[in-house]
Structure formats: C-alpha cells, structure tokens
C-alpha cells in the first residue's frame, strides 16, 4: 500500500511511519520544515515538503494521487495558541480531507482526542478547550463526507512508555492513558480494517491484543 500521513514529523506519525516501512509499504510523511526530511527517511518514510497552513486544495491532492490511504496525525503541538489549534487541528484536517476526495483517495484516519465528542466543560483551560473544539469541528467535517472511508481514533492521554500491545477501543472507554506505540499499532491495524469505516473509537491501553481488539470493535452487537 501508499499510504500518505500529514504529520509526517510528528511522535505518532514517525512510529507509524516505521511500522508500514517494515513491512513493504511506502510511506509518505508530508512536513513543513526541510530539516525534518532526513529524519523521516530514517523511518523508512518519504518525505514531501508541504505546508497545511497555507497549501491548496491541488496541491495536497498532488501528494495523495495514487495513494490507498490518508492518515492526519498533525497537530499545532505544545506551546501553540487557540488561533493555531483552529487553523492546524481543524482547517489542515479539513483541508487534508478535501485533497483525499479530490485525489480519489477513500481510506482516511483522523487521529483526534480524547473528550472531543462534547463541549468542554467548565473552567476547562482555554487553550485546551479551543483544541478540543477545533478537534470537533474536524470530526464534524469528515462525518458529513460520502466519499470518505473514514475512520476516527481518540487516544487518551498518551505517554512515551514502551507500547504494550494490549488496549481497550470502542465507541466509549472512560478516560485513561494510551502510549504512542499503541496508538500506531492500532492505527496499522485501522488500515488494513475497511469494516471500521464510518465509526468513531476511544482508545486507552487495556488487555485486548490490537489485531482482537479492533475485530471486537467491528463486531456486531446484539
């Protein structure tokens, strides 16, 4: 498979990035600095150079045409504003997901956040808040969509511990802590899972292997 990942530098983004190379597959980070380019090569990933603050519609859908999946994992990061969240959080993964249609490109994962389903509750910080709303409105957007497979992922707090293997992800989970290793672990298992399209899913470490726990997670109920 090609699978492109707006991103392409970030924490989730490189880990996932190393497990698609270690199996065959070509991996194509987008990032905005050129500095960030060798790092991604060290993953195994190509890199393309591409601002979503400030690209068009063509010329991300240039990057994804021919590919077989879209994955957005970009975020204003640590240290950013409200303004930021709006612009990277909501309007590069809107603008992501305008290029994947464009680009003919159905299989599409949004890597969003924990708590992202409501209005953030009271004396939440603000900063935090406009994140949480930014990473709605991105939800909003791609629920709305008919021509994207899409699926969306809310990992819990997420810490740099060595991945487990082992997770709880379903539609509710409560709130806990999820590594990074696992939630790229699930992301690989999410693309090559079509049955979870159309579907929004928590995910915090639990004691379900990721293959079991995504099959559980598309299984029916009742």
Known sequence: MRIVIAGGHGQIARRLERLLA????????????????????AEGAQAALCDLETASVGEVA????????AVFAAGAGPGSGAARKDTVDRGAAVLFADAAEAA????????SSMGAGAEPPPGTE???????????????????????????LRPGRLTDEPGSGLVELAESTGRAAVSRDDVAAVLLAL????????????LV?????????VRQATAPTG
């Not at 003919?104 to 890597?111: A, D, M, P, S, Y």
């Not at 693309?191 to 928590?202: I, K, Q, S, V």
């Open 22 to 41: 270690a199996r065959g597959d070509t991996v194509v980070g987008l990032v905005r600095k050129p500095e960030q380019t060798e790092q991604l090569r």
């Open 62 to 69: 240039e990057h994804l045409r021919g590919a077989d999946a």
């Open 104 to 111: 003919g490109v159905r299989r599409f994962l949004l890597v």
């Open 126 to 152: 603000p900063v935090f808040a406009a994140y949480l709303r930014a990473k709605r409105a991105a939800e909003e957007s791609l629920r709305a969509r008919t021509g994207l497979d899409w699926t969306i």
């Open 191 to 202: 693309l090559d899972d079509r049955d979870t399209a159309g579907r929004t899913l928590e």
């Open 205 to 213: 470490g639990g004691d379900v292997p990721v293959a079991e726990a």
